[in-house]
């Protein structure tokens, strides 16, 4: 089995940053990639950013340009740089371990945007 365990969520103010980090352990000698969705209260789960075994990134368009995500090999750990933040990446936000047809999922960390 694979464990993700998240950190790194909070409050805070629009236009300000955080950091999550999402640590790796387990059944993990081979993935294809991992990656942050979110979940918004009343809206479905979406994917945010992804970094494949290569290291090739996406982004999904709402957060281009103000989110980066990072890995450390080393650790099996990745890490999502939020700037500019604003009141709509209000969410809960997840990590993610794909490998083949299997998802894996940390608990959840709690952003919250607001004044």
């Known amino acids: 089995q694979v464990q993700l365990v998240e950190s790194g969520g909070g409050l805070v103010q629009p236009g300000g940053s955080l950091r999550l980090s999402c640590a790796a352990s387990g059944s993990i000698s081979s993935f294809n990639s991992m990656g942050w969705y979110r979940q918004a209260p009343g809206k479905q789960r979406e994917l945010i950013a992804q970094i494949t075994i290569a290291g090739s990134t996406n982004y999904a368009d709402s957060v281009k340009g103000r989110f980066i995500i990072s890995r450390d090999n080393a650790k099996i750990t990745i890490y999502l740089q939020m700037n500019s933040l604003r009141p709509e990446d209000t969410a809960v936000y997840y990590c993610?371990?794909?490998?083949?047809?299997?998802?894996?999922w940390g608990q959840g960390t709690q952003v919250t945007v607001s004044s």
């Open positions: 993610n371990l794909q490998r083949y047809a299997l998802n894996f």
